[in-house]
Every structure is written in C-alpha cells, then in structure tokens.
C-alpha cells in the first residue's frame, strides 16, 4: 500500500475537438467502471473542458485545465482565470509544462505567480519540472531542478502544501518514447521530496505527490509507479486513446 495516493493525469495537449473528447471520454468510463484508490484527472484543451467535466460528474474522474493565467481577471486577450476554470468545473491545473515554458515564455516566476492565484481559487496546481538533455549531459540537472523547485514554490505557505502536486518530466523522456528508468526517476523524485522537506519540513513534504511524465505507458507503468516517491503519472500520447490510458491508471490502483 502506497503511503500516498496516487494520482494519474492524462495531459492531451492540443489534441480533440470536443466531439473526440466525448468519444475517448465515454469509451475511458467504460474501461474505469471501479477506480477508487487513485485520483484520475483528464486535462482536456479549454474548448473540451465543459463537456468532459459534464460527462465525468457522475464518476469519481476529475478535471484540469494545461494551464491558466495569474491575474483574476482583465486585459488579457486570449487568457483564461482561475475562476473560469473553477466555472466549468476544474479541480486541477498543469502549470509550468516544458512545452510552455520552450513555447511561450514561461519562467519560474510565472509558474510561481499562476500557482499562488490557483491554490487561492482552490484549484490544485500541477507544477511541474525537468532538465533537457543537454542539462542531464552537463550533470546540471540536480541544480536545475532544485531552483525550478524552490522558485516555483515560493511563498506557499506550508498548511496548503498538501495540496500542491508536482510532476518531474525529463524533457529528454517527453514524446520521445525514452522514458527515465525508474532508478533515474526515483533518484529525481527523491531529490525533489528532500528539497520539500527543507522547504515544508518532513511532516508536510510526506503529504506532497510528485508524478513522473515522459514516455509513460502501459508497458513502463507499474515499474515506475513502484518506486518509493512516484506517487503518480502525468501522461501525454498514452492518455488519447482509453485502453492505454485505463491500463496505466490499474498499474497505479
Ligand atoms: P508523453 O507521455 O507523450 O511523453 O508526454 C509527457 C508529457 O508531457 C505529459 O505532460
């Protein structure tokens, strides 16, 4: 028995009108008819929020948005709020992605900003955290991942540290079909619960989930999910099609 719960995220990415939600999220209910020891969180494009959260009511599946704006609300043209996301029933959001932070300028301190304003909407932050290649070859990535750790996290008071989930993706593992070993993974999440521990102290930072992302799937699940400090998987390809997705969540339950 896992000393935390685990929880599985399904990360579509820009993947599915709504009428391709529908279909992967109706097939997903019938291949999950009985998940109640993991958390399962589908995070859908915006468009696709509303109506997989419509459909998902009546199951304990829940729903995250890829990622938010930090402000309540205001000029921002083409953002989406906290409150928006809480409107069509988010209970997650994935901040701070690599592909975001390659793409569209995020840094530590924005993923900090939009963390804060999403755990004051009570919306659970999905902060996640990697090295590239290039960072894991120079031995550089303990110390990269130590400040996106410590940057992204600051100011979060200890009391709602529970509620936080982080997911360590190499970016080197995503969609490259490379996954970290689970001895790599492992070495990283333990590192991670360590600097959780000077930040919270042990107590807290036992409470805090870090899922690994990058190149899971059914075949890699269950060995990555047995390491001590993965309490968890954020998935990308394996999410868009059920049957995959439903064998990871068994891996973990
Ligand atoms: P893949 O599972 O496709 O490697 O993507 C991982 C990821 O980025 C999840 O957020």
Redesign the pocket.
């Known amino acids: 028995m896992k000393l935390r719960r685990p929880v599985i995220a399904g ?1 579509w990415k820009m993947h599915k009108t709504v009428h391709e939600a529908e279909g992967l999220v109706k097939d997903l209910i019938l291949e999950l008819p009985d998940v109640s020891n993991t958390d399962v969180v589908l995070c859908p494009p915006f468009t696709a929020l509303y109506r997989v959260a419509e459909l998902v009511s009546k199951t304990s599946i829940r729903v995250g948005a890829q990622d938010m704006h930090w402000e309540k609300e205001g000029a921002y043209t083409g953002e989406i709020s906290a409150t928006m996301l809480r409107g069509v029933y988010c209970r997650y959001v994935i901040l701070g ?1 690599s592909e975001r932070r390659q793409y569209f300028g995020e840094t530590n301190q924005t993923v900090n900003r939009k963390a804060k304003t999403a755990m004051a909407a009570n919306l659970r932050p999905i902060v996640c955290v990697g090295e590239t290649l290039e960072q894991r070859e120079k031995q550089d990535f303990k110390a990269i991942v130590r400040s996106q750790v410590i940057e992204s996290l600051d100011g979060i008071p200890a009391d709602q540290s529970g509620e936080l989930i982080l997911a360590y ?1 190499p970016v080197w ?3 490259t079909g490379r996954n970290a070993t689970p001895a790599q993974a492992q070495e990283v999440h333990a590192l991670i619960r360590s600097i959780l521990v000077e930040i919270y102290g042990v107590k807290q930072a036992k409470k805090v989930r870090i899922q690994y ?4 799937k059914p075949a890699n699940a269950a060995e990555l999910l047995s390491q001590p400090d993965i309490d968890g998987a ?5 999410s868009l099609e059920a049957r995959g997705f439903a064998a990871i969540v068994r891996a973990a339950s």
């Open positions: 990360n992605h993706e593992a995503i969609g992302g990058g190149s899971v954020l998935v990308g390809g394996a």
